[in-house]
């Protein structure tokens, strides 16, 4: 096995290199004048007959799936035996379905095109699992939330851990395994036609300390209303972890200023808050 970084993912790769005990190429990575892409595998020959794990997280979007694209055409051509694109954040998968008439059902799309490169795509905490039924290879979905409980654990004390909707519940289960500990969602109720209260569906957070988890934290509204609210309620401490850090513009200030008291990622998409490493996920995705 041979495993070949992306331009986002050289420290990740390398770490992961090292934990399955295989061999890292040293990929070129270079851009003409006019913007186009230019990528060069050094050593290549070696890839010859060889099963070839592609590590690159796709946080820049558009140049992460051309790279993707190059990078499969540079295996083939160099006879690698399989090609694995292992893609800690798999890009346009939030757009999963068609929200509007004339839409484009995106990661749908790239499912296509991948299903024709790669002989199977991995990938951690995709906002929707069903995305699977896209692809024409083996597609593995994996879960760094165990290692976000894993990294707060200490730093709480009578915890519950919380999900920001019904629909990531299972995450705040995972978390809860891990921490030992009780679970809950965060449930909306309208007060009036301008108010809005946030608080867990069943259990009281008063002089607890609380874990919110969820897979993205992209502009951090919803997010940060919760905390706030969480505060008023009596919260402690507040945590805010999510296994993409997104976080556009502000949205870092804006949960602070909520009053969370540390907010945690991972490096699927490096950020200033990328604190846990998945590169013992991945170790274990591609072992199977």
Request: proline letters at 5%; aromatic letters at 6%; hydrophobic letters at 40%.
């Amino acid at each position: 096995m041979i495993i070949v970084p992306g331009i986002n993912s050289q420290e990740l790769a390398y770490r992961v290199s090292k934990l399955v005990g295989c061999k890292l190429l040293r990929t070129e990575f270079k851009r003409f004048p006019d913007g186009e892409l230019y990528i060069r595998i050094q050593d290549s020959h070696v890839i010859n007959n060889e099963d070839v794990i592609f590590i690159q997280s796709q946080n820049s979007q558009n140049d992460a799936v051309v790279e993707s694209i190059l990078m499969s055409d540079i295996l083939r051509d160099e006879g690698a035996k399989s090609i694995t694109l292992m893609a800690p954040y798999l890009a346009y998968t939030r757009q999963d379905k068609k929200f509007n008439p004339g839409e484009p059902i995106s990661i749908r799309g790239l499912a296509k095109i991948y299903s024709q490169l790669f002989d199977r795509v991995i990938t951690i905490n995709p906002h929707e699992t069903h995305i699977e039924s896209f692809f024409k290879v083996p597609f593995i979905c994996g879960s760094a939330v165990g290692e976000l409980a894993k990294y707060v654990k200490d730093r709480l004390d009578n915890p519950v851990v919380l999900s920001p909707d019904m629909g990531a519940v299972k995450l705040a289960k995972e978390a809860s395994e891990v921490i030992g500990c009780e679970y809950d969602y965060l449930e909306k109720t309208r007060i009036s036609p301008t108010e809005i209260k946030v608080a867990p569906k069943n259990l009281d957070v008063e002089n607890r300390d609380v874990l919110i988890v969820d897979d993205i934290i992209s502009t951090g509204g919803t997010v940060a209303t919760a905390i706030k609210m969480l505060k008023e309620q009596g919260a402690n401490k507040i945590i805010a972890a999510c296994v993409h850090p997104i976080l556009i513009g502000d949205a870092l200030n804006k949960l602070y200023v909520s009053g969370a008291n540390e907010v945690v990622g991972t490096d699927t998409f490096p950020s200033p808050v990328s604190k846990v490493s998945v590169d013992v996920v991945i170790a274990k995705l591609i072992k199977k």
